[in-house]
């Protein structure tokens, strides 16, 4: 018997165990799958960035409401020539994804913002996208939800829109009532921005 094995003693650990090369090979930086989808999540992230870039929205275009939170046109557009794109941080999109907006299965964060503007800082960031409101009235509805070349989602004017119209999308009871067509248009005014804060119809 080996005289090393008399000073052996009982021990309730669990031996240690090397784990198998090619498994190991599997899950390296270099080949793992989170590593992909991070580095596939930034390349997403860029392209949200550069849609702004490229085609920016600029406080010429639009005006931010408070009391309600809101968003306005401050000049006239053509129908299908204002388009407001989503920006945010990028996550992995869970199972359940109802209510999110996403771009090629990642959920799209909103960056954080005032709704009190005057607390607004350099930690805040205004994306237009965010402030367009759902209605379940057709004829206040001027933008519709669609998606970018890119994956990004962005609402664009379904119609002509005029200077200090609000710009609202559809809310999901009402995209429901048109896809069964149960609504039809109503003969009312576009909801309009009242002294430039509060709304009216």
Request: glycine content about 6%.
């Amino acid at each position: 018997m080996d005289e090393k094995l008399k000073d052996w003693k009982k021990t309730k650990r669990e031996p240690a165990v090397a784990l198998d090369k090619a498994i190991a090979e599997k899950y390296l930086v270099q080949s793992s799958k989170v590593s992909a989808d991070m580095l596939q999540m930034a390349q997403y992230q860029l392209k949200l960035h550069e849609e702004h870039q490229n085609n920016p929205v600029t406080a010429e275009d639009i005006g931010f409401l408070q009391n309600p939170t809101g968003i306005f046109a401050r000049k006239k557009f053509a129908a299908g020539k204002l388009s407001l794109v989503a920006f945010g941080s990028l996550a992995l999109a869970k199972d359940n994804t109802k209510g999110v907006h996403l771009m090629h299965g990642f959920t799209i964060q909103p960056p954080k913002t005032a709704i009190d503007f005057s607390k607004l800082d350099d930690k805040c960031m205004l994306c237009p996208f965010w402030f367009v409101k759902n209605t379940g009235e057709q004829d206040a509805v001027n933008m519709v939800l669609k998606a970018k070349a890119s994956g990004a989602p962005c609402y664009v004017n379904s119609k002509v829109v005029l200077p200090g119209e609000l710009l609202l999308a559809a809310n999901e009871t009402l995209l429901k009532k048109v896809a069964a067509g149960g609504v039809e248009p109503a003969a009312k005014p576009a909801a309009k921005v009242d002294s430039g804060t509060k709304w009216k119809r």
